[in-house]
């Protein structure tokens, strides 16, 4: 039943116009004009809805190119989780740590991790940069960006 | 005063030396404003207003309008090299631009985006300078009905978009759209969609999706190669050659959509990202190898250069000759104009024929400043995709988490921005394509406005849309636009 | 390697001359600072014990540019440059949810007296419509500041020549008549229409009102495609002196000021008692030390009172609106009741 790629995708995409429906049909009503705010939610979630099961038809006819790129090895999923991982704790801490020492501890940690081994220029890089941009934003613009637990 | 003797007086201020100063200084800023993550037109034009307190209003204006087109000028650098638009007008400029660039060419890339600019910007001094009196009517002709229809016009053009199969770009447009549904819908005041956030309340902007559709999903794909060298060798990436070939085949885009971006520009709500999406798409429909957009063709960088930057001084006129702020980078412009004491509106050009005829004209000049500041830089800011890969990586997430921050001052978007990325990435393995999703996302919520604001007002009656002529005539040709395409496969499958 | 420590250096350039930058600016500051100090050592001894000893933020719950934002950098540039507060003020720009984003955050900030943040009709709509925790009764009222007055446009060959025209013509047939404002239902522009439409006597159930953001109102007005403009008087007055709109009345309680708005009557003089007012005043965070609101309202009292403020007023087109911080939080509470009364007859009130 779920073999081909497109009826796996179909069907994702079904329950999330289904999702999207059930939302739309709870939406408040406002009685003083004729088009309410949830006629285009409630249209473009049946629209979704029938190109969801034509999608659960339609064969499969994808480039060699595209079978590729779908298959991702290991090695990378491991990779892209690591960055996803620094990138996520980068935004948590980013407002408590502040602007200066969380983007040098990222670009320097995550230039690392990508196999980075000039870890002379690569210390540089990630200090003088973040330095760089607070100054410019902070001092030259005065656009405040978090300044966290440094005095400055 | 006449027109003849206006001008005449606008050049005087422009090519004074304090105006060539003030010209300088603003289209410097700009740029460089511009060109920093996250900081487009409105950014900058709100920095530099206290500075201009108590300075001379003609000479702080035409530095202000300096800033303005400055800052889109400066926008497409990211866009080209990191595939991380700083601003929303320059989305587009990354279709190609970042294509080419990795091809190795992100000297030429820039080279046609600056000359592009330069050409928008000018032609459209041009027009603004011949029309901007009697333009005046032109940017208020569109009622509701009109901008249902323009708006509809450019989203029939999603199939055209994308290669590949027709269901999944309609997919990917339908949950643009749907994305453009969240947030208070002004019509009823309700939230919609929300899941009771006040971060979602005001939508999502427009720089989150596009920099997690982009530039977050292309970083997982460099993540993927980041064993491979980086762009070629970069011997010659920074070259800014163009070839008497490429000259001539940018020159037919850049000239058209000038005119296009202008008139888009003007109408207040279009604005230069919408303006740099249609012409970007009507260079492709229009184009001999429509295959090659997408893949670095010249013409889809010269076309929404020129675009976005004629629209730019398009949005003078309604501003300048009505007072009206048609977006939300001309409404900090006002203020501009006002913590001077200066009141755009119908009786400016009468009344400060200097003011009103010192920024058009200081503008030609601006765009030659601009020109002239940019193209020398190119080759150094070019290098920066010699930088190895792991480095660089770090450096456009960085980009883009800034370019966010800067604009909403909440770690909530940063979040948005990591599951936007995700989605991208997603989208990219499974083969929807992202530019019929971001066009919906920018074209589907004003024509669900200005439809149900047209009902509104004709009492829900639908026949509103037919009997306005501007509208009609739009409407026919999305008609036309859709079925052509539709039409040509028919042929050629007989044919064959 | 070569290229990169070339780069780096390149930034270090910058750096320094940004630093630079920064420098004189600070010096600058000091030197005014200096100028200064001693008006601030008599104040200190009028207003109590309370003196900031860090610098102040000033948030505008909205972007860069709008109402808010203007108003808390006009402010805060003000106080600086006429020596009012010695302290440094940063302006921070909280957007999001028409300013529930931005009132959400100072909540936390119990008790801080340096953290003060600018408001106006918003703070007591927004919470009425269910979209923020949080209404003015959480926070501090400082003082008000300024006020604009609300007025109804229409374009200059409308039939109508009067306030009281308009609304005999709305009750006869409601729906030959689109008011346009640039809000959304439920918030400013259309209860400041709704309140004197129900004054007169016209079933606001029945008014058709489109909400066009991106200044599309008055776009829709000149187009016709709209026939009544409800917008602050600022926004049109251009087109009033041009010729190309009227304004049929302005809400506030008496004349306003000016070449063309003086000739335009109040709603009051066309036997509609009602006025609206656009208040736009500073408030701070919950529980604010009393000597800190007595420092900081007679702080905004001698800004309110200064030729340079009253400059920036004319040219925004700002009226003079003082109210310190016990008049103004009555002022708020019988506002926000009468917003309540509207909201309820149209069933859109969500409290």
């Not at chain 1, 006819?61 to 990378?76: F, G, N, T, V, Y």
């Not at chain 2, 201020?13 to 060539?20: M, N, R, Y």
């Not at chain 3, 409800?230 to 004349?255: F, I, N, P, W, Y």
Request: aromatic residues 10%.
């Amino acid at each position: 039943m779920l073999k081909g790629v497109n009826r796996k995708l179909g069907l994702v995409i079904f329950l999330l116009s289904a999702g999207y429906l059930t939302l739309s049909y709870n939406l408040p009503t406002y009685p003083y004009i004729p088009v309410d705010a949830d006629v285009i939610p409630k249209t473009l979630g049946w629209i979704l809805l029938v190109l969801s099961i034509a999608l659960f038809f339609a064969k499969d006819q994808d480039s060699e190119e595209q079978k590729a790129r779908r298959h991702i090895p290991r090695e990378d999923v491991k990779a892209l989780l690591g960055v996803f991982v620094f990138v996520f704790i980068y935004i948590t801490l980013f407002e408590t740590i502040g602007f200066i020492i969380m983007t040098a501890a990222f670009v320097f940690f995550c230039s690392w991790f990508l196999g980075y081994k000039q870890h002379v220029v690569n210390a540089l890089v990630s200090i003088l940069f973040p330095v760089f941009l607070y100054s410019v934003f902070v001092f030259l613009l005065s656009i405040n960006l978090p300044q966290g637990i440094l005095p400055f | 005063m006449g027109a003849v003797e206006g001008i005449l007086t606008g050049f005087e201020v422009a090519l004074s030396l304090e105006g060539i100063m003030f010209v300088l200084l603003g289209v410097f800023v700009g740029t460089f404003i511009g060109m920093l993550p996250g900081l487009g037109p409105i950014s900058a034009i709100a920095i530099m207003i206290p500075i201009t307190y108590g300075m001379n209003p003609t000479l702080a204006l035409v530095m202000m309008a300096g800033v303005y087109y400055g800052a889109v000028f400066g926008g497409s650098t990211s866009s080209i090299l990191l595939n991380a638009p700083g601003i929303s007008g320059t989305v587009a400029t990354s279709f190609d631009g970042y294509p080419l660039a990795q091809k190795g060419q992100a000297g030429k890339a820039l080279a046609i985006a600056a000359i592009s600019s330069f050409v928008g910007g000018t032609i459209s001094v041009v027009l603004l300078m011949i029309f901007a009196p009697v333009l005046a009517s032109v940017a208020v002709s569109f009622g509701p009905p009109a901008y249902f229809a323009l708006m509809l016009l450019g989203l029939t053009a999603i199939a055209s978009l994308s290669e590949g199969s027709t269901i999944k770009a309609l997919i990917a447009a339908i949950v643009g759209f749907m994305i453009a549904t969240i947030g208070i819908d002004p019509q009823t005041g309700t939230g919609r969609f929300t899941f009771g956030s006040a971060n979602l309340l005001d939508g999502i902007d427009f720089l989150v999706i596009a920099l997690g559709l982009f530039a977050i999903a292309e970083v997982c794909f460099l993540v993927m190669n980041r064993r491979k060298k980086s762009v070629t060798n970069g011997k010659d990436i920074g070259s800014l050659k163009l070839s008497k070939q490429d000259a001539k085949e940018i020159s037919g885009p850049a000239g058209r959509q000038s005119f296009l971006g202008f008139i888009l520009g003007i109408l207040p709500g279009a604005g230069a990202t919408i303006a740099s999406f249609i012409s970007y798409i009507t260079e492709k429909r229009i184009a001999k190898k429509p295959e090659e957009f997408g893949k670095g063709a010249l013409k889809g960088i010269a076309a929404p250069e020129a675009s976005n930057n004629a629209a730019t001084s398009g949005s003078f006129v309604p501003l300048l000759s009505l007072g009206i702020p048609g977006s939300g980078t001309t409404a900090v412009m006002l203020g501009a104009f006002l913590v001077l004491g200066v009141q755009p509106g119908p009786m400016l050009m009468g009344d400060q024929p200097e003011i009103f005829w010192g920024i058009i004209a200081s503008m030609y000049i601006g765009n030659i400043f601009l020109l002239i500041l940019n193209l020398p830089l190119i080759p150094y800011i070019s290098r920066i995709l010699t930088v190895p890969r792991p480095l660089l990586i770090s450096l456009v997430i960085m980009f883009s988490l800034i370019g966010v921050y800067a604009i909403s001052f909440s770690t909530f978007d940063l979040y948005l921005l990591l599951a936007f990325g995700v989605l991208g990435f997603i989208m990219r393995i499974f083969a929807f394509p992202a530019p019929p999703f971001i066009l919906a996302f920018i074209l589907g919520g004003m024509m669900e406005q200005s439809f149900r604001q047209a009902m509104t007002s004709s009492g829900g009656n639908i026949s509103v849309f037919f009997t306005n002529n501007i509208s009609l005539v739009l409407i026919i040709l999305s008609v036309i636009s859709f079925a052509f395409p539709i039409i040509r496969n028919l042929r050629k499958k007989k044919a064959h | 390697m070569k290229k990169l420590l070339g780069v780096s250096f390149l930034v270090l350039m910058l750096i320094f001359l940004a630093a630079c930058g920064d420098d004189t600016s600070t010096e600058e500051d000091t030197e005014s600072n200096e100028d200064t100090t001693s008006e601030g050592d008599v104040d200190s001894e009028e207003n109590g014990d309370w003196e900031p000893e860090q610098s102040i933020e000033i948030v505008a719950p909205a972007g860069a540019g709008g109402g808010w934002d203007t108003t808390a950098r006009m402010t805060a540039q003000t106080l600086t440059e006429e020596g009012l507060i010695d302290q440094s003020i940063g302006v921070v720009n909280e957007p999001g949810g028409g300013g529930a984003v931005g009132w959400a955050s100072i909540a936390n900030k119990e008790g801080s007296p340096y953290d003060l943040f600018v408001s106006s009709s918003p703070i007591l709509l927004v919470p009425l419509n269910g979209q923020s925790e949080y209404g003015h009764e959480d926070f501090t009222p400082i003082a008000n500041i300024i006020a604009e007055y609300a007025g109804f446009a229409v374009r200059e060959d409308a039939e109508w020549d009067t306030l009281p025209e308009l609304f005999e013509s709305m009750k006869e047939d409601p729906s030959e008549i689109t008011v346009v404002g640039t809000s959304s239902p439920g918030s400013m522009d259309h209860i400041q229409f709704v309140r004197f439409a129900k004054e007169a006597g016209v079933d606001i159930t029945q008014i058709k009102y489109v909400s066009a953001p991106d200044a599309g109102g008055v776009t829709q007005l000149l187009n016709g495609s709209a026939d009544v403009f409800s917008t602050g008087v600022g926004e049109v007055v251009e087109q009033v002196r041009s010729g190309d709109v009227r304004l049929l009345a302005v809400t506030s309680e008496e004349r306003l000021e000016g070449d063309v708005l003086s000739e335009i009557p109040t709603a009051k003089e066309q036997g509609i008692d009602e006025t609206f007012v656009n208040w736009r005043g500073f408030f701070g965070p919950p529980e604010m030390d009393q000597a800190a609101i007595d420092y900081y309202e007679a702080k905004f009292k001698e800004l309110s009172d200064s030729d340079a403020f009253a400059e920036i007023r004319d040219n925004y087109n700002w009226e003079e609106m003082f109210m310190g911080s016990e008049e103004y939080e009555e002022f708020l509470d019988q506002e926000k009741e009468s917003f309540q009364e509207i909201l309820d007859e149209l069933d859109l009130s969500e409290e």
